[in-house]
């Protein structure tokens, strides 16, 4: 084959520029007009003073910004939250700056998790291969769910209480290993937390991860307009989030960061 | 000046005397550049839109030692590819972009055929593999160049390298980008 020349290779890029899809560009301009209106954009202040976290637990540039909780506003919050920096394979974490309400009973029972379905057919509807903890005395899983968000579903493993893994009282749950794919943007889950909780960076073998402790927080999903899609919304535990393998993985339930590393270790 | 937009220009300077209003006018302005050209650096859509969003209040606290009269562009992009470049570091992704499909892209009279829309779209696929296949380096050179529709200036600015130094990986990418499509050509 002939090489292309210089301006015919040039006008077949120009041509491929009209049909390249970015993701959707986000609002900005409004979220930087309220902080620098709020202050915390004053000059010079820079970036580290979120507050919330430890310094040497932000990751990279930190940005604190008002971010509009839409239909979550108006479930949980009735309020403004602030969004940092802390992204880990497809899923956000969110610090809020006032107190949720309670979240309906039946929100937590049974809306969250998605639909029950048996491990194979999960791993029939899955857009990835399915990995499960192998921790001796867990066994089986007791539900497996899944949800059609975000590409690919999301899979949630859910065993009652097991040695050392006691159920919580009302939920009756003592572990849950949720999956899903890590390059699912623009949608994502989002985790709103509350003061009161601490974000800890950690490695979970050879991966970055968060522990996230503490306080009470919530998870769910935004679809690629930013819309809380509110049949997700679920009030969660203390959680260990990590990216392996193109899936962002999370354990919940665990007492400890040693317990949930320990559960983690013998996800395959 | 009433009844026309401002300039950028006016825009910059009304910031400088603390109108935030304006400055807000002027991120919109800017904001699917800046968003787009950190998506291109860091290669992940939240990375961008953080980077974006402290490249502008980095540039708000900088606005004192803008140089009068001129343009903003390249300034603002500047600090939003710094921005976005240090969040690259600890996590690098290559930005994943799809080629619209023929029922997508805007309709061109110039086409004169559905089914040449078609293979038209198959070519601007195979074209997009091939960047794809380049190193990360080049890919970025052509996409700023290409896709993020930048001029040379303003791809120094967003890479952090001098003018002259564009022009060099940028020829470099082009060798490169057509070397990946007769390779490409030869194995089919």
């Known amino acids: 084959m002939a090489e292309r020349s210089d301006l015919a290779l040039e006008a077949a890029l120009a041509d491929l520029a009209g049909s390249v899809r970015f993701p959707a560009t986000p609002s900005i301009a409004a979220g930087v007009a309220e902080q620098i209106r709020s202050g915390s954009a004053h000059p010079r202040a820079g970036f580290r003073g979120a507050g919330w976290l430890p310094r040497e637990w932000l990751p990279r540039g930190r940005v604190a910004r008002g971010l509009a909780l839409g239909l979550l506003a108006a479930i949980l919050v009735a309020g403004v939250a602030v969004a940092v920096g802390i992204a880990i394979g497809g899923l956000r974490i969110v610090q809020s700056t006032q107190t949720p309400s309670p979240l309906p009973s039946g929100v937590v029972a049974s809306r969250a998790f998605g639909v029950e379905v048996s491990l194979d057919e999960a791993r029939r509807r899955a857009g990835f291969i399915i990995q499960t903890p192998g921790l001796a005395g867990l066994g089986p899983p007791d539900h497996v769910f899944y949800l059609p968000s975000p590409r690919g579903g999301t899979i949630s493993l859910v065993w009652g209480a097991r040695p050392g893994y006691p159920a919580d009282t009302t939920s009756r749950i003592g572990l849950v290993v949720t999956e899903f794919r890590a390059d699912v943007a623009p949608e994502y889950w989002e985790k709103l937390i509350n003061t009161g909780t601490r974000v800890e960076r950690t490695q979970v073998g050879n991966a970055a991860g968060y522990w996230v402790a503490g306080g009470t927080h919530f998870i769910f999903f935004r679809d690629a307009s930013g819309q809380v899609v509110d049949s997700t919304i679920r009030l969660v535990g203390t959680s260990l989030i990590w990216e392996r393998g193109g899936l962002t993985l999370r354990v919940e339930g665990a007492a400890t960061l040693a317990a949930a590393r320990t559960v983690a270790a013998s996800i395959r | ?188």
Request: glycine share 6%.
């Open chain 2, 1 to 188: 000046m009433e009844g026309r937009p401002l300039t950028d220009i006016e825009l910059i300077e009304q910031a400088k005397r603390g109108d935030v209003a304006a400055y807000e006018e002027l991120v919109r302005r800017y904001e699917e550049l800046a968003f787009r050209t950190a998506y291109l650096v860091c290669g992940d859509a939240f990375e961008a839109r953080d980077a974006a969003q402290e490249g502008f209040l980095r540039a708000w606290r900088a606005l004192h030692r803008f140089r009068p009269g001129a343009e903003p562009r390249p300034w603002l992009l500047q600090i939003v590819a710094n921005a976005a470049r240090n969040r690259r570091r600890s996590g690098a992704r290559r930005a994943n972009l799809i080629v619209r499909a023929a029922q997508d892209r805007p309709i061109d009279p110039s086409v004169p055929s559905p089914e040449a829309e078609v293979l038209a779209t198959e070519q601007r696929r195979e074209l997009m593999s091939a960047v794809d296949r380049l190193r990360e380096d080049d890919r970025l050179a052509i996409s700023l160049r290409w896709f993020a529709e930048l001029s040379e200036a303003e791809m120094a600015a967003a890479m952090g390298v001098p003018r002259g130094t564009v022009k060099s990986r940028l020829s470099r990418a082009m060798d490169r980008l057509r070397a990946v499509i007769a390779e490409g050509r030869a194995d089919g």
